[in-house]
Nanobody, 126 residues
Framework: QVQLVESGGGLVQAGGSLRLSCAAS????????MGWFRQAPGKEREFVTA????????SYADSVKGRFTISRDNAKNTVYLQMNSLKPEDTAVYYC???????????????????WGQGTQVTVSS
């Protein structure tokens, strides 16, 4: 089992920044990749970004490229999401997820992930 706890959400004005954190515990040695997804009211959960735990390869949704950056601290078993130039359309609940299945690419589909955090609310006001 892998447990994930997100933190760092909040209310920010458009153009501002936030940094989300996701701390993993439990069988963290089994984690292959970690990702961030988001879900806005009335919409499906969508991929934001992900990172391979070993090597650090990353993948980003087109909507966040150049604005969001994912990083990890292996020693702390923590992944971060730095969000800059935030827009009202970035408003959503952000979820951290862990994938324990080896694959040839960075996973970007929700059902590829095995463990999920509870989510943290990010609200961007215009």
């Amino acid at each position: 089992q892998v447990q994930l706890v997100e933190s760092g959400g909040g209310l920010v004005q458009a153009g501002g920044s936030l940094r989300l954190s996701c701390a993993a515990s439990g069988r963290t040695f089994s984690v292959y990749a970690m990702g961030w997804f988001r879900q806005a009211p009335g919409k499906e959960r969508e991929f934001v970004t992900a990172i391979r735990w070993s090597g650090g390869s990353t993948s980003y949704a087109d909507s966040v490229k150049g604005r969001f950056t994912i990083s990890r601290d292996n020693a702390k078993n923590t992944v971060y999401l730095q969000m800059n130039s935030l827009k009202p359309e970035d408003t959503a609940v952000y979820y951290c997820a862990a994938d324990v299945t080896l694959a040839v690419r960075v996973p970007s589909i929700a059902n590829e992930y095995d463990y999920w955090g509870q989510g943290t609310q990010v609200t961007v006001s215009s």
